[in-house]
């Protein structure tokens, strides 16, 4: 099983600054990796997959970079409503277990 | 415009069974893989099952493998998980998710319901 682990759990930006969060997989996952935006209360929401690919609709300030084990998402001026838990995901393997980080909660500082 | 409306959650005691529906809309639903993903109170995503467009294709995380069966009718364009012998680990929001290509294999979720809640308890 490929295991996902985020860094760190917890981020606190100021306004406008760029926020970076990390995420590692046990093993290679290529580029098929995605990253999701969560408001509390609300479903996830795509942000990025193919690693480094914006979903339709999604802020130029949100980029994702990265391959193999080792993946970046960035939020180059952060703003108040990127608020939320980012999680990123694998969907490398077949048959597909999709498996999901522990999420790192972004915060206003 | 894509919508996923989840229904059937509940309060279910230890052992018991609930059946999950996801209407979906506003896309060619059979041409699409289909997945179930949870999220228990205060927790992160944890992926529950996945369905591809062929009925006979259909996966499962570990923790509910035996347990959980996702089907789909792609007359009503609506999905399903079938939840028995039902554990208090297992109480979550449950959503259901569009895989995002077309005709695809294993992909991330692109449009995704409001989520239904399950709670197990006695």
């Known amino acids: 099983e490929i295991v996902m682990t985020q860094s760190p759990a917890t981020l606190s930006v100021s306004p406008g600054e760029r926020a970076t969060l990390s995420c590692r997989a046990s093993?290679?996952?290529?580029?098929?990796l995605a990253w999701y935006q969560q408001k509390p209360g609300q479903a996830p929401r795509l942000l990025i997959y193919?690693?480094?690919t914006r979903a339709t609709g999604i802020p130029a300030r949100f980029s994702g970079s990265g391959s193999g084990t080792e993946f970046t998402l960035t939020i180059s001026s952060l703003q108040s409503e990127d608020c939320a838990v980012y999680y990123c995901?694998?969907?490398?393997?077949?048959?597909?277990?999709?498996?999901f980080g522990g999420g790192t909660k972004v915060e206003i500082k | 415009e894509v919508q996923l409306l989840e229904s059937g959650g509940g309060l279910v005691q230890p052992g018991g069974s609930l059946r999950l529906s996801c209407a979906a809309s506003?896309?060619?639903?059979?041409?699409?893989?289909m997945t179930w993903v949870r999220q228990a109170p205060g927790k992160g995503l944890e992926w529950v099952s996945t369905?591809?467009?062929?009925?006979?294709?259909?996966f499962y995380a570990d923790s509910v493998k035996g347990r959980f069966t996702i089907s789909r009718d792609n007359f009503r364009n609506t999905l399903y998980l079938q939840m028995d012998s039902l554990r208090a680990e297992d109480t979550a929001v449950y959503y259901c998710?569009?895989?995002?290509?077309?005709?695809?294999?294993?992909?991330?979720?692109?449009?995704w319901g409001q989520g239904t809640l399950v709670t197990v308890s006695s």
């Open positions: 369905m591809s467009i062929s009925v006979d294709s259909t």
């Open positions: 998710a569009r895989d995002r290509v077309e005709f695809g294999g294993n992909s991330p979720q692109d449009y």
């Open positions: 995901q694998q969907h490398n393997n077949w048959p597909p277990v999709l498996n």
């Open positions: 506003g896309f060619t639903f059979r041409n699409y893989a």
């Open positions: 093993q290679s996952v290529g580029t098929n």
């Open positions: 193919g690693a480094s």
